[in-house]
């Protein structure tokens, strides 16, 4: 199987303990480079590069990517591309698997929102979020504030709601197979907020 965006080996290790042939790729050397420093981490074979490219030979049973880090890819055509790639490189009867949320954009009051998170006696921890509906973009940083000064953790997602996935997937000649909100196979409702889709190709 292979994960894109493997990140630190946080999924991957455990399967590869499980004696699952897990494969990565990442576009990060120094998270690469955390994951071979853990136990059996350099067992891995990991490519660098960007997860929309695919940019590995060979073909999976197994497909994913979680914890929301498709909506790393900041356009929607790299989402397009990274939907026919991965096409490219499941085995006739592979599957792709994507963890993420449900978009909720009334967490936004005219297109931003500011949230605290942490309040401590040295330091608290705020949200700030600037919301782009036109092409579905999230800008936010985290804040720490504290006597040392200020740390900023930014993060930048392009959304997209299941609909539109499903809907890539068909350009890339896939189909959803299942949906359900976690990872125990919980109903997948209107309420839910976040998924685990699951695509093959069409047809099969
Ligand atoms: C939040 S971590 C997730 C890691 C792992 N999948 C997990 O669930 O713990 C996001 C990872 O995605 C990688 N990443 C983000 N955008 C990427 C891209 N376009 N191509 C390859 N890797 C990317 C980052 O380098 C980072 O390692």
């Known amino acids: ?56 030979s060979g073909r999976y049973s197994l497909v994913f990517v979680v914890f929301n880090t498709f909506f790393g890819l900041l356009a929607q055509e790299d989402q397009v591309r990274c939907f026919r790639n991965v096409a490219e490189h499941l085995t006739e009867d592979g599957l792709f698997v994507l963890e993420a949320f449900v978009p909720d954009v009334a967490r936004f009051d005219r297109g931003q929102r500011v949230s605290v998170s942490r309040v401590g006696l040295g330091e608290a921890w705020l949200d700030v979020a600037k919301h782009d509906p036109v092409d579905q973009l999230v800008s936010s ?51 839910s907020g976040s998924h685990v889709s699951v695509y093959a190709r069409a047809g099969a």
């Open 141 to 191: 940083q985290h804040l720490v504030v504290s006597e040392q000064g200020i740390r900023l953790y930014p993060v930048q997602v392009r959304y997209a709601w299941p609909a539109e996935l499903d809907l890539m997937a068909r350009l890339a000649n896939l189909a959803l197979r299942d949906r359900w909100e976690g990872w125990t196979r919980e109903p997948f409702t209107e309420r």
């Open 1 to 56: 199987m292979l994960e894109l965006a493997i990140g630190t080996g946080r999924i991957a290790l455990p399967l590869a303990a499980h004696g699952i042939d897990v494969h990565g790729i990442d576009a990060s050397k120094a998270m690469i480079a955390k994951l071979r420093e853990k136990p059996g981490g350099d067992r891995i074979p990991v490519t660098l590069g960007d997860f929309a490219d695919v940019g590995v």
